[in-house]
């Protein structure tokens, strides 16, 4: 006779790994509920950009269906995309990789990192990054087997992660210094400079760098510097990237892992079994974009630049002083002189203005006393938000006296 | 400097001040630039785009092919302007291919496009042959699309 249970005997918990167990739910999972249950809410919380993947891109997709690209793709993704990719880097940035060997198509640029971290981690392994920084860094780096090793950056020094600060923090057991300007949360970007110095150390130690570079068309009157490019460091350096912030691709899901040979066919070999490909459809829009979407990046990056420069100077003239991010479509103004800590004013400002930001203690200790807020959102809701959130400022200003 | 130019095209209520924080640079020097460029008719009118069916008020759109006899010194300009003279004139341009000028009128109802080819148009002596094609439907006006797809619903927080 077999019996029927409505549950294990033995609690949910003890079924689950310690390693998931240990990662804590996104710190604003609270706050999502909160936000989902207000009206009339303006959000500046959004990650992700407020175009539709451009018409001709979606066209192309559209094409591939009707004539049957429907199937499998080889476990690097079409040749032809990584061809495009290879020619994309070479004009770039003067930088040659073989389409054949040295390109791989992944899953956005999420699986980019995970891959990048299990082919590269052995228990204990220490993995240097900034803070604050992306969220899915720590957690992708602790799933992997290693251990997270935070440099703090400040507001004073634009949230840069500087060379002398890592130095201190290198030991025997690190292995990877993983870094991701233009930065989410904040909006920085390193000069070809303080690269060099980082590639310096990186040579010195013989660590490998993992360098983020998904928001590398976003940037503002000054240049991306691509990592891999930098002196003596190609070899050495893992290149991710992806389609999803430059040509407004996030639901697409596809990106890449560009670097050396031996690191490629490790990550592949995880690809392979884990995910087989990139979705074909994905791909094929992906062609195109490289193909003919330099005008839509010129385009957005020309709205984000407007909205960039008055979301800043309305945080300085509402009191909420907020350095200059050069690239991505953040901005990570100080809210320290409101006396609140960054979740108090966060979910304040949701209850009192309808208001959404993202508290800055998410993206890591050097967080607190700061909040992200996203310019990917039309001009018309950055002012309407600047505008309750002075009248929040004042009110809270004047209630401490 | 193109770029005041493109902000006012996009939206014409953009003022000097906006402009100004925009794109970083003085609003005497936005005010000046702007000034210049309707003093050179580079800025031609400030308008807004109107879905009139929507307001009620029933309108004629139509596309007229006309085929002309350019003159000898003044080439297709001189009946080029008497046709874009006319207030049911919107639009005139000069095209290549089988006919010469594109006339695009804006009237009130059928017959009065009728009473405009058949009195104004056809009887001046260096105009050919016209053909008239109605618009049925707007789809797309002025850079804007009449009937916008529906609005996807975004995450209203992602990290």
Known sequence: MSRIKS???????????????????????????????????????????????????????IRSLQQGYTMYTSNYGLLELRKELAKYFELHYGLSYDPQREILIT?????????????????????????????????????????PVTVPTTSENDFIIKASDIEPRITKRTKIILIGYPSNPTGAVMSRGELNEIAELAQQYDLLVISDEIYARLVYGVEHTCF??????????????????????????????????????????????????????????????????????????????KRRRVMVKGFNDIGLPCFEPKGAFF???????????????????????????????AFGQCGRGFIRCSYATPLANIEEALKRM??????????RG | MKRIFEILEDDARATPEQI?????????????????AEQARAILKYKTIIDWPKLGKEEVWALIEVR???????????????????????????????????????????????????????????????????FLRRYKADGEITEPPEEFKRLPITL
């Open chain 1, 7 to 61: 549950a294990p005997a033995k609690p949910f918990d003890s079924f689950i790994c310690q390693k998931v167990d240990g990662i804590s739910p996104s710190g604003i999972r609270k706050f999502f509920e909160l936000l989902s249950s207000t009206e009339g809410v303006v959000s500046l919380g959004i990650g992700e950009p407020d175009f539709v993947t451009p018409w001709h891109i979606r066209e192309a997709a």
């Open chain 1, 107 to 147: 899953v956005g640029t999420s699986e980019g990192l995970d891959l990048s971290m299990r082919a590269t981690l052995n228990p204990g392994d220490e993995v240097i990054i900034p803070d604050p920084c992306y969220v899915a860094y720590s957690p992708c780096i602790v799933l992997a087997g290693g251990v």
């Open chain 1, 228 to 305: 891999a490019g930098l002196p003596g460091v190609r070899e050495q350096t893992i290149l991710l990237g992806g389609f999803s912030k430059s040509y407004a691709m996030t639901g697409w899901r596809i990106g890449y892992v560009v670097a050396n040979n031996q690191f490629i066919e490790a990550m592949t070999r995880i690809h392979q079994y884990t995910m087989l490909c990139t979705p074909i459809m994905a791909q094929m829009a992906a062609i195109e974009a490289l193909k003919s979407g330099e005008d839509d990046i010129e385009m957005m990056v020309k709205e984000y630049d």
């Open chain 1, 331 to 361: 901005t990570f103004p100080s809210i320290e002189n409101t006396g609140m800590t960054s979740e108090e004013f966060s979910e304040k400002l949701l209850m009192e203005e309808k208001v959404a930001v993202i508290p800055g203690s």
């Open chain 1, 390 to 399: 002075g009248k929040f400022v004042n009110k809270h200003r004047k209630s």
């Open chain 2, 20 to 36: 100004s924080t925009m794109l970083g640079i003085p609003v005497s020097k936005v005010e000046e630039a702007i000034k210049k």
């Open chain 2, 68 to 134: 002309v006899t350019p003159q000898r010194d003044r080439g297709f300009d001189a009946i080029a302007e008497r046709i874009y003279s006319f207030p049911q004139v919107y639009s005139a341009y000069l095209v290549s291919g089988t006919y010469d000028l594109a006339i695009l009128v804006r009237v009130k109802n059928m017959q009065e496009v009728s009473s405009f080819v058949t009195e104004k148009l056809a009887p001046l002596e260096d105009v050919q042959s016209t053909v008239t094609h109605f």
